[in-house]
């Protein structure tokens, strides 16, 4: 780490500055000093020789390191003027800044360094160092000075570590509160339910001391904090009727799939169920209708959430229509392979960029969960049709995806049995070891 000094010249009215000159090969002074960045030089300027002929001149104390927590309703502008920097300093930082990350994308919880230089006098403005900041778990942020005083910003590559983490634990009320009480991250368990919603109605199949397990990446940061989350490479989920086991598994065609331990992909061709936690609250068949008081036919499934809960395509397709549709207010059908059908209605509102004629993928938001049309409350009404005719989506045989043979599936195994050696020794351990130490 450089030691720095930095001075300011109070010239007397006869003198000139004519003089003063920096050494050749001397560091810039204003070395980087955040915790993300270390010996790059800054932007503040310091002259190495000061001749004292007519001048007298103020040693500044050093630049200070601070540390600001962004909380609800900061703003950059605001959090700068608080130390004291000027208006016009602060519009060349945002200005510089923006051209990298936008400020306005702070938000609480970002943790903002900076280095700034005091004023050797009251009225004069704090003068701003650097700011630098983990902008996302893998990407950090610098603002620093050039060689000619102007502000830069550049963005950084976070040095991640890679851990592999087990998590075991047994339902008591649902899989994602099960995860979380055996401190599983989140986005992990989030993954963990895309990977099972092809197999699992996670209201109707979870039961109580039900029990799962899952290994996953886990990638930290210089302090070994997890600083995100990498892909779920194994879990198995022990129900009262099914016992499912499954591994990641990168295919020939470097697709990245989840596969049973017969080299069976889980993925289907529709999810078994278009909304996460919602409930069943009229099934499929004949039943009265409940404003219009018949019986009738009801050609779907109602899944009650709700408003705005996120409506996902149940499979890969085009969509057909888009639009308000009579009793089923906002309506989106979308035509699947295999001469399968979905419909979605009584949607608050559609998802950006939905329309008839956009193809879309698997899981892919397309509209939110309402009661438009002819409806008693917030629910989702979903359809499936099949060769033009409208079946149970509960009770549909669903075609699934590949199945490994040959050379592919004696790697796949080979592949297996690396990962349940991982799960042994993770049983063994629960602390985790370095990925590269089974490379």
């Known amino acids: 780490m450089h030691i720095l000094i930095y001075a300011i010249t109070v010239l007397s009215s006869n003198a000139q500055p004519k003089d003063l000159q920096k050494t050749q090969g001397e560091p810039g002074v204003g070395w980087h000093n955040s915790p993300f960045l270390r010996e790059t030089p800054s932007t ?3 002259w190495s020789e000061i001749k004292k002929e007519n001048t007298e001149f103020t040693i500044l104390p050093p630049p200070t390191d601070a540390i600001y927590d962004i909380k609800k309703g900061d703003t950059l502008r605001g959090m700068m003027s608080s130390y004291g920097i000027s208006k016009e300093e602060i519009n060349k930082a945002i200005r510089a800044l923006s051209k990298t990350f936008k400020p306005k994308h702070l938000k609480p919880g970002h943790r903002l360094f900076l280095q700034i230089l005091p004023s050797p006098l009251p009225s004069e403005p704090t003068s701003l160092i650097s700011l630098d900041f983990a902008a996302n778990a893998k990407t950090d942020i610098a603002l620093i000075r050039d060689g000619e005083g102007e502000f830069v910003a550049q963005r950084y590559a976070r040095v991640l570590g890679r851990r592999i983490a087990f998590g075991a634990g ?3 009320s649902s899989l994602y509160r099960a995860g979380h009480s055996e401190g599983i ?7 963990l339910i895309n990977i099972l919603s092809f197999d699992v109605d996670f209201q109707r199949d979870i039961r109580v001391n039900d029990r799962f397990a899952l290994l996953y990446e886990r990638l930290t940061d210089e302090t070994g904090s997890t600083a995100d989350v990498g892909p779920v490479i194994y879990t198995r989920l022990k129900l009262k009727r099914k016992d499912i086991e499954l591994y990641r598994f990168k295919t020939n065609a470097s697709k990245v799939d989840y596969f049973d331990t017969n080299g069976r992909s889980v993925k289907k061709l529709l999810l078994s169920t278009p909304t996460d936690g919602a409930r069943i609250s009229s099934g499929f068949g004949r039943r009265r209708h409940p404003i219009l008081g018949y019986t009738k036919l009801h050609k779907g499934i109602d899944f009650a959430a709700p408003a705005g809960t996120p ?7 085009v969509i057909e229509v888009a639009k308000r549709f009579g009793s089923f207010g906002n309506y989106i059908r979308i035509r699947h392979r295999n001469s399968y059908k979905t419909v979605y209605a009584h949607l608050k509102a559609f998802a950006k960029g939905i329309r008839s004629g956009v193809r879309v993928r698997q899981r892919r938001v397309i509209g939110y969960i309402g009661s438009t049309g002819r409806s008693t409350g ?6 499936v049709i099949h060769n033009k005719r409208h079946v149970n989506p509960r009770g549909v045989r669903i075609p699934t995806g590949v199945t490994l043979n040959g050379p592919e599936l004696k790697r796949f195994n080979s592949e297996r049995r690396r990962i349940d050696k991982l799960i042994a020794a993770q049983r063994r351990s629960r602390d985790g070891y370095s990925v590269q130490d089974e490379d």
């Open 44 to 46: 503040i300027k310091s």
């Open 170 to 172: 047994t339902i008591t």
């Open 185 to 191: 991250p989140p986005a992990a368990l989030l993954n």
């Open 311 to 317: 409506v996902f395509a149940a499979g890969d397709g």
């Open 378 to 383: 917030p629910h989702l009404h979903y359809e």
